[in-house]
């Protein structure tokens, strides 16, 4: 799959458009506004931090089904970490393969890159099939702790 130096893919908005179309949705100015603050996004987003971005534009009424028609087109996925809501984000294969890091104590969940680490990911999977003979096709795997300011605080 081809990305960026970013990780996003190249044609990112093509695929929108095809999955979009695939549901039987239109673009309108309220499903922009809210693709396009994902887009800009480093971590996924509750619907308050959404909210909070496109601001009038799109009224919450509105943002609840603008969200739940993306989810539906594949364009989002949505995510719970136990925090008594969710968070959305981009669908895995229109950005990149990521892992996150949420933090307990000021709620604060980022994207987490695993680079190279991937790798043990894979030996990992492998030896999962020689142990127990589950073929894993994907994975999830998800840390949770406290961020770099919440430990200072703590300390
Ligand atoms: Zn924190
Ligand atoms: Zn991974």
Not at 112 to 123: H, I
Request: hydrophobic share 45%; with cysteine; glycine share 6%.
């Amino acid at each position: 799959m081809a990305t960026s130096a970013h990780g996003r893919r190249l044609d990112l908005d093509g695929e929108i458009d095809r999955r979009l179309a695939r549901s039987g949705q239109r673009w309108t100015r309220g499903r922009h506004a809210v693709v396009d603050a994902m887009k800009r996004s480093v971590a996924p987003m509750s619907v308050t931090e959404l909210q909070a971005i496109v601001g009038d534009a799109v009224p919450l009424s509105s943002l609840y089904r603008i969200i739940s028609d993306l989810v539906d087109a594949k364009v989002f996925i949505k995510l719970e970490f136990a925090e008594g809501f969710a968070r959305f984000e981009l669908d895995e294969e229109l950005a990149a393969h990521h892992h996150h890091l949420v933090c307990h104590a000021c709620g604060v969940v980022a994207d987490l890159e695993l680079g190279d680490l991937e790798v043990t990911l894979d030996t990992t999977a492998a030896a999962i099939v020689r142990t127990t003979g589950f073929v894993a096709q994907s994975h999830r795997l998800d840390f949770f702790g406290l961020c770099r300011n919440c430990v200072s605080i703590a300390s």
